[in-house]
């Protein structure tokens, strides 16, 4: 009952947040933006938070999601529909041809493994300037209307239409995740993060899962970043590099790792605060910085799993 | 074109030096105490500009000697206020506390000393080319080699022969029991990690030297010094320090003849490396 009641309430903010949020002093592109990252953070967190595997280098499955749809729009007169297709079948692909190579490591040199390969990408798109724009980024494109059973959904002006299409997305993801992880394979996972060794005694195929997860969590993270793309009209280096990376992995342990919402309630956070300290300040970085160490020192469990652990 | 080629080699064989003993640093603060140090560069950055500030009053020798020791003696601060609460913790804490750190130390240069370039004077007779034929080995080129060298050498030696070095290597296979025999593994940790920043300070000084200052010259070394730990072998110093100039100059050939692949030529290494080999070149099997 009480966990149909939160999903509830998710669920009627997120459908209503036109609504409420410029009577918070929001804005519609805010609000997406939280979404969407939401939706990075989450898939990161199936990974993280579900199946103890610490990937630093998510920015690269995010970023190809990006790119695959901003190229594919703008270079093959791709549809926004067929243009998040493709980002997320680029990111998924990626993520299946590294994954073997890293599958074997675990802990803090898998991470390292995920975060030095994350660069290439990063580089590719920094390097290739003819095509990806390098270091100014993937402009000179939009997001075209939708059209589905003869009606036409304008997105290129219309800020809450996209937020809806965003949305839409996100509930389908999000979906797709939540039942992932009731499923026997969701517990495998869980059984893997409580203690591999045991799931290994058990008869259960490690190598396999974790790839599965892995693979799960990149597709999700591309169609994030295709959604990203969307949203800006511009696929930015930026979010393919390492950075981006720690900045998703804060946002998860910001919300709280051990909770499904968590993540989501860690960007809200997180982008909120970036998007103040950037207009205040010209030194953001370093109190972005400095909030990652806070966060570190007094707040590991994050918002969520202090409430939890204040409740029991 | 043999001269090119010779050009770049010797290039990449000085930025491998770079490299490498930036990465044993990050290897020996990883190996004893399970910390993936992002701030790395960030010391790196803050030697080379302390060493700046300071050759006005100190010279370039002096700085050389003292800028690295003040970044040791920041970096043993923020190693017992913040990284040695989060030992033997969830290493996602101490990847982002130092990763927070690193975002800190780069925009915080950028602060105090601005964000475009400084040249950094080294003595005349040194930035001086040796012959005419090679125009481009300056004798800050091959002094800065020497340095490094000694540097490893120095490092080795210690390792092998002192009983700090002998503390260090036990504690890297198995902390526990180096603890249970009496040893202060409190302390020890606090020096290993002193070491491991003086390397990356004096890294940033030598580099200041070469290529002068920039807000974020270390950011862009800290991920060739992944590679090369992960291609050297995670758990072996020697490995690092192999991977390091093997890198360097895969880089610096493939710059001569395909400039735009040079960053990603060290990926692509470090694939084929994880393919067949995923404990690295050198590394020991079942550490990883």
Known sequence: ?312 | MTQLLLFNVTNGLIIGAFYALMALGLSLILNLSGVINFAHGGFLTLGAYVAYSLSRFVGFWGALIVAPLLTVLLGMAIEAVFIRRLYGKDPLYSLLLTFGLALMFEDLTRFSWGASSLPFVIPEWLASPLSQQMFFLTGYRVFMVAIVIAAVAALFLVLRYTRLGVRIRAGTLDLDTVSSLGINVRGLRSLNFGLGIYLAGLAGVLAAGMLGLQPTMGTALIMPSFIAIIVGGIGSLAGTLFGGLLIGVASGVTTVYFPSASEAVMYIMMGLVLLVRPRGLLGEEGRV
């Open chain 1, 1 to 312: 009952m009480k966990r149909f009641a939160i999903l509830a309430g998710v669920w009627v903010l997120l459908l209503l947040a036109p609504y409420w949020l410029p009577l918070v002093g929001g804005y519609m592109t805010l609000g997406t933006r939280v979404l969407i990252l939401g939706l990075a953070a989450m898939a990161l967190n199936y990974l993280l938070g579900y199946t103890g595997v610490l990937s630093f280098g998510h920015a690269a499955y995010v970023g190809l999601g990006a790119y695959g749809a901003g190229l594919t729009i703008k270079y093959l007169g791709f549809g926004t529909l067929q243009g998040i297709a493709a980002g997320v079948v680029l990111g998924t692909v990626a993520a299946v041809v590294i994954g073997p190579l890293i599958m074997r490591l675990r802990g803090i040199y898998f991470a390292m493994c995920t975060i030095a390969f994350g660069q290439v990408f990063y580089f590719i798109a920094f390097r290739w300037h003819s095509v990806t724009g390098g270091d100014d980024g993937l402009g000179g494109w939009k997001r075209l209307p939708l059209h589905f059973f003869g009606y036409s959904l304008e997105l290129v002006q219309d800020e809450v239409a996209f937020y809806y299409v965003a949305l839409a997305f996100f509930a389908v993801a999000v979906c797709a995740m939540g039942l992932l992880l009731n499923s026997p394979l969701g517990r495998m996972q869980l059984s893997i993060r409580e203690n591999e060794q045991r799931a290994r005694f058990l008869g259960l195929p490690i190598e396999r899962h974790v790839l599965l997860a892995w693979v799960i969590s990149c597709l999700f993270a591309s169609l994030a970043g295709a959604l990203y793309a969307l949203l800006n009209n511009f696929a930015d280096p930026r979010i393919l590099r390492w950075d981006f990376s720690g900045e998703l992995v804060i946002m998860a342990v910001l919300g709280g790792m051990r909770s499904f919402w968590g993540p989501l309630l860690g960007a809200a956070v997180y982008v909120v605060l970036q998007d103040y300290l950037s207009s205040i300040t010209e030194n953001w970085m370093s109190f972005i910085g400095l909030f990652f160490v806070l966060v570190v020192m007094f707040f590991p469990r994050g918002v969520l799993g202090v409430l939890k652990r204040a409740r029991s």
